[in-house]
Nanobody, 121 residues
Framework: QVQLVESGGGLVQAGGSLRLSCAAS????????MAWFRQAPGKEREFVLS????????VSADSVKGRFTISRDNAKNTVFLQMNSLKPEDTAVYYC??????????????WGQGTQVTVSS
C-alpha cells in the first residue's frame, strides 16, 4: 500500500520560512518524479514545484520562483519543500504527489493527505 505522508506545516508570519517533508512508503521512490501542489479554500489545486526522480531537473511555478525550493533524498524516501519569504497568499493545504514530472495533477499516481500552511500578515 502506497503512502505519502506530509509534515511540517503550521502557522507562520509573513516573511518567515517553513520546511515541508513528505515521506513515501510502499513504492520504489527513486523511480518516481515528485511534486508539491497546493490548494487554497475555494480554489483549484495548483502546481508548485516538481523534481525528476534523479533530481536532474526541477520545475517551478512562477509564483514561487526564488522563494521555494524542492529537494529529495532517495535514501530516505523523502521529498522536501523549503519555503522562504512566505506571503499570505501562500496559505493553502500543501500536497505531495508521486508520478511523472509535470505541472498537471493527472500525471501523478499517488497523493498525500496534505498539510496546512497558514501565513499571517
Amino acid at each position: 500500500q502506497v503512502q505519502l505522508v506530509e509534515s511540517g506545516g503550521g502557522l507562520v508570519q509573513a516573511g518567515g520560512s517553513l520546511r515541508l517533508s513528505c515521506a513515501a512508503s510502499g513504492l520504489t521512490f527513486s523511480r518516481y518524479d515528485m511534486a508539491w501542489f497546493r490548494q487554497a479554500p475555494g480554489k483549484e489545486r495548483e502546481f508548485v514545484l516538481s523534481i525528476h526522480w534523479a533530481g536532474r531537473s526541477k520545475v517551478s511555478a512562477d509564483s514561487v520562483k526564488g522563494r521555494f525550493t524542492i529537494s529529495r533524498d532517495n535514501a530516505k524516501n523523502t521529498v522536501f519543500l523549503q519555503m522562504n519569504s512566505l506571503k499570505p497568499e501562500d496559505t493553502a493545504v500543501y500536497y505531495c504527489a508521486a508520478g511523472l514530472n509535470s505541472e498537471y495533477t493527472q500525471r501523478y499516481d499517488y497523493w498525500g493527505q496534505g498539510t496546512q500552511v497558514t501565513v499571517s500578515s
